[in-house]
Structures are given as C-alpha cells and as structure tokens.
C-alpha cells in the first residue's frame, strides 16, 4: 500500500492600508499562525491513522482467507467446521469495522479546512478492496454453503455489507464534490493571501488620483483602479524608470532596496516579501 503524503497549505490574509490620518493596519499574529499549523498537523495525523487502520484491516481478512482455505483443503469436518466459523466471523466483524472506518474517515474529512484532494484516490482505493473483499467472501461462503458448511448467519452478514458498501460508494461520490468545492475555496484564499498592489508616479499624477493629498498617502477615495495588482510570491522588482524615486508607504527598511541601474535610473528589489508586505499590501512610489 502506497504511503500518503497530504500537503497543506495554511493561509493567513494580511491586507492592510497604510498612510497617515486615519488609516488602519492589520498585523499578523505569528502565535496564531503556528497555533494553526499545529491544528492541521494534528488532522493530518488523525487522518493517515484512520487510514492506516483501514488498510491493517484488510490485510488481516486476506490473512483469515487464507486460513479457511487451508482449512477447506483440510476436510470440512469436527474442529474444522468450527474453525472455518471463526475464521468467517472474524472476517465479517472486521468487514464492519473497515466500514465504520472508512464513514469515519469521511467525517473527519468533511470537517477539515485542509486541502484533502490527495486523499481521493486512496479513498477509492480502500473501497475498490472492500468491494473486491466482499464479492471474494460472497464466493467462499457458496463454496462452503455447497459443502454443507453451516455459515448462513455469517453469510447474510456479509450480504448487508454489500448495501453498506453501494452507501459509501454515494457518500463518496458527496465527498469528492465536498472535496472539489473546498479546493476552489483554498485556491481562492490562497490567491487573496499573495494579492497586493503598487503605484508609481509624480506627485501630480499621485494628487490627480487622489493617492496623495496634502501630504497624506491613501487618503478617503483614492482612485484603485490606478493601481497595478501583483502576486507577491512572483514579483521581486519593480523597474521605475526614473532618476529619482521615494517610497511613501510603510515598508519595512530592511525588507527592500532602491537599485541604481547603469543609465542612473532605480529599480525597486524586494529581498524579503513576507516582511515588505507585512505592514501594507498597498505600494505607493512618488517619482521624478
């Protein structure tokens, strides 16, 4: 069995907008963040146990298989019968533990915000063997039933796992659509995460957009649309194209640095974005 290795991805939005007179910013809670990596980690391990669970489950009803064809070659006779009843119940019992197993394993799932996509395909995996398990059992149990082997409880038992089974098939179907839905919501909020956006102009360009008024930056109605929207993970430098540029934002110093080219123009480099963006996810540069 395949071991499974989920990815996680844990998003914290940080927009804020900076300036003087009257703007607000929103800090990021570094104990918050780790408080909730720490939660996905613990979900994660909680799912790969449910699953390592399952997949124990089923190697050991290959196992107790095994035995009863052993058994069968045997003779179906005295303490042979009664072992073969053993062996059939131990299978059925363990059948409706991997059943309540994996209905666990779906619950756990619809109650996670974790990207679970990489666990469908091992979910349909542990329902293709319970399937192929329950149509084996089925087949041994007419072997046996034509030899006289007395198994009808245990017989009609697995029947009802074949019902079981045609409901976790539904249930699996709601759950990749769950799954599905929750992965355009990640994509989502992860794309919000990385969003920022930055201007550069004159100062009369900057008035003109209401960006800067009276020495103020970001004032009440500043024209957003003006703005260049970038994805900071993808964006390390911003060429400005002038002999003269000043960064009016808040940027933390040691975040960033103001290039000079060969032709004397600046070119703006971010060296650490976590820490450029962490104050204000808006860039304002007034330029000559």
Known sequence: ???ICLFL???????????????????????SVGRIIDQKNAEINNLLGTVNDIQDGLRQITEAQGR??????????????????EQMAFIRRTMEINNERIAELQKQL??????????RQTIESLQMQLNEKTLQIEQLTNELAERDIKIKDQANQISTLTDDNANLTQDKANLAQA?????????QQDKELNRAWYVFGTK???????ILNSGDVLTQGFNRSYFTEIDIRNVSSIPLGSKSAKILTTHPAKSYSLDKNSDKTYTLRITDAALFW???????????
Do not use: W
């Open 1 to 3: 069995m395949k071991n």
């Open 9 to 31: 991805i844990v998003g914290v939005v940080m927009l804020t907008s900076c300036g003087q007179g009257g703007r607000k910013e929103n800090l990021v809670d570094g104990d």
């Open 68 to 85: 009863i064809n052993e058994l069968k070659r045997e003779g179906a006779e005295g303490s042979a019968i009664n072992d073969i009843n």
């Open 110 to 119: 619809q109650n996670s915000n974790i990207n679970v996509n990489n666990l």
């Open 179 to 187: 799954n599905e839905a929750k992965a355009r919501t990640i994509g």
């Open 204 to 210: 009369r360009e900057l008035k003109d957009h209401n």
């Open 278 to 288: 962490s104050v204000s996810r808006y860039l304002v540069i007034v330029v000559k």
